[in-house]
């Protein structure tokens, strides 16, 4: 029988579409390469696995599978039958983002408990904590620092003038609430619907209470302010700040002009016992407020943080005006491995006002305190009169 032999013109056209394939496959993977050698490295890297997938039958399938499991798979008809179902896990592994912490608990280092008298008497017992030894700190002036990251704190560092300035546009400043169910103790017997341990969706009782009189008390020294009332811990704890962070972006997505995030908690502080108590900070001729925390993220979870250290700059100055007026009122400034989603901003805080022991009037008093001198903070760095 005669020899058939294939047309020339098909044999060509066979050529150059094998030609075709693999110049697409060499610029897909060399995208991205800066240099020629970076892309003869990647080429070198990526041409035995092509080889392997081509010897399993398994070139063209893009489900995402490694060559090994694309292998493993093969061996027998049930686990190919699977193959759908194990890319669709795979996948999801893949692409799950990284999880924050949902905790954000403050343990005194060595802080002083001081009697104090409470203002509203709700039961719980009310102590001032203040900080008697530097060590276990970092201190600057008046401000103590507790570091539980691996970063070595300067001084001079952080006596440098934070970055983040109020901007000309508005708004310029968003208030929001990861945990916006955290409540307070209030005194009598309120008609409360509890939610949880010491968290409420009643915002007379909770945070969101506390937002409301720190976004006034901005506002009246003519700072503009978003405040976010949405409970991102309602119905479920779990995730909240992820979805917090989803609303942040938007937030910054809609309005550029805002350069400050603060993200308003409230601490737990129990004794050895577990009983709950109030921490205060009496003001002369003021009341009695609760005290408060300011909270630092970093990037030693891992997650890319690059401006940590101006936050922590902003928390030290913020810290230092509001000691000189109140000496008591601030708990020490904590640095932690979490991010908080503070990344999204240079100016972005986590304040926590006082405990769950704390009567909601303690916190509703500390917060417009804390404003006022953040307010002549802010406005000070932009050369604006502050109070």
Same mark, same amino acid.
């Given at each position: 029988?005669?020899?058939?032999?294939?047309?020339?013109?098909?044999?060509?056209?066979?050529?150059?579409?094998?030609?075709?394939?693999?110049?697409?496959?060499?610029?897909?993977?060399?995208?991205?390469?800066?240099?020629?050698?970076?892309?003869?490295?990647?080429?070198?890297?990526?041409?035995?696995?092509?080889?392997?997938?081509?010897?399993?039958?398994?070139?063209?399938?893009?489900?995402?599978?490694?060559?090994?499991?694309?292998?493993?798979?093969?061996?027998?008809?049930?686990?190919? +039958?699977?193959?759908?179902?194990?890319?669709?896990?795979?996948?999801?592994?893949?692409?799950?983002? +990284?999880?924050?912490?949902?905790?954000?608990?403050?343990?005194?280092?060595?802080?002083?408990?001081?009697?104090?008298? +409470?203002?509203?008497?709700?039961?719980?017992?009310?102590?001032?904590?203040?900080?008697? #030894?530097?060590?276990?700190?970092?201190?600057?002036?008046?401000?103590?620092?507790?570091?539980?990251?691996?970063?070595?704190?300067?001084?001079?560092?952080?006596?440098?003038?934070?970055?983040?300035?109020?901007?000309?546009?508005?708004?310029?400043?968003?208030?929001?609430?990861?945990?916006?169910?955290?409540?307070?103790?209030?005194?009598?017997?309120?008609?409360?619907?509890?939610?949880?341990?010491?968290?409420?969706?009643?915002?007379?009782?909770?945070?969101?209470?506390?937002? #409301?009189?720190?976004?006034?008390?901005?506002?009246?020294?003519?700072?503009?302010?978003?405040?976010?009332?949405?409970?991102?811990?309602?119905?479920?704890?779990?995730?909240?700040?992820?979805?917090?962070?989803?609303?942040?972006?938007?937030?910054?997505?809609?309005?550029?002009?805002?350069?400050?995030?603060?993200?308003?908690?409230?601490?737990?502080?129990?004794?050895?016992?577990?009983?709950?108590?109030?921490?205060?900070?009496?003001?002369?001729?003021?009341?009695?407020?609760?005290?408060?925390?300011?909270?630092?993220?970093?990037?030693?979870?891992?997650?890319?943080?690059?401006?940590?250290?101006?936050?922590?700059?902003?928390?030290?100055?913020?810290?230092?005006?509001?000691?000189?007026?109140?000496?008591?009122?601030?708990?020490?400034?904590?640095?932690?491995?979490?991010?908080?989603?503070?990344?999204?901003?240079?100016?972005?805080?986590?304040?926590?006002?006082?405990? +769950?022991?704390?009567?909601?009037?303690?916190?509703?008093?500390?917060?417009?305190?804390?404003?006022?001198?953040?307010?002549?903070?802010?406005?000070?760095?932009?050369?604006?009169?502050?109070?």
């Amino acid at each position: 029988m005669p020899k058939r032999h294939m047309p020339a013109g098909l044999i060509r056209r066979a050529e150059a579409a094998l030609l075709a394939a693999g110049t697409l496959w060499a610029v897909s993977v060399t995208a991205g390469s800066d240099t020629a050698s970076a892309a003869a490295a990647a080429l070198w890297e990526a041409l035995p696995l092509r080889v392997l997938r081509w010897e399993l039958g398994d070139l063209w399938t893009r489900d995402g599978l490694s060559p090994a499991a694309a292998l493993t798979l093969g061996e027998a008809p049930l686990l190919l +039958a699977a193959r759908p179902a194990v890319a669709e896990l795979w996948s999801a592994r893949e692409e799950a983002p +990284a999880q924050e912490p949902e905790e954000t608990v403050t343990v005194p280092v060595e802080e002083t408990p001081l009697e104090a008298p +409470a203002a509203a008497d709700n039961g719980v017992t009310a102590k001032t904590l203040i900080p008697t #030894d530097p060590s276990g700190y970092t201190v600057v002036g008046r401000t103590y620092i507790s570091n539980s990251t691996d970063h070595a704190l300067s001084v001079s560092d952080l006596e440098a003038p934070f970055a983040a300035e109020l901007a000309a546009d508005v708004p310029q400043l968003l208030i929001l609430h990861t945990h916006g169910s955290e409540a307070y103790t209030p005194a009598g017997e309120p008609e409360v619907v509890w939610s949880g341990d010491h968290r409420t969706t009643d915002s007379r009782y909770n945070v969101v209470q506390v937002g #409301d009189v720190i976004a006034e008390t901005l506002g009246k020294a003519g700072i503009s302010v978003l405040h976010d009332r949405t409970l991102y811990d309602y119905p479920s704890y779990a995730g909240a700040y992820d979805r917090a962070l989803e609303a942040i972006q938007r937030y910054l997505a809609q309005y550029p002009s805002i350069r400050f995030i603060l993200d308003v908690h409230r601490d737990a502080i129990e004794d050895g016992q577990g009983n709950q108590y109030k921490v205060v900070s009496q003001v002369d001729g003021v009341g009695t407020a609760a005290q408060m925390s300011i909270v630092v993220g970093s990037d030693g979870s891992g997650l890319p943080h690059p401006d940590w250290m101006e936050n922590l700059r902003l928390a030290v100055a913020v810290q230092e005006n509001a000691l000189e007026r109140y000496p008591t009122l601030m708990r020490p400034v904590l640095l932690r491995n979490s991010r908080y989603n503070q990344h999204t901003a240079a100016g972005a805080l986590l304040v926590e006002v006082g405990a +769950a022991g704390n009567a909601p009037e303690e916190a509703a008093l500390a917060g417009r305190l804390f404003a006022e001198r953040l307010a002549e903070v802010l406005r000070g760095k932009t050369g604006s009169d502050g109070f």
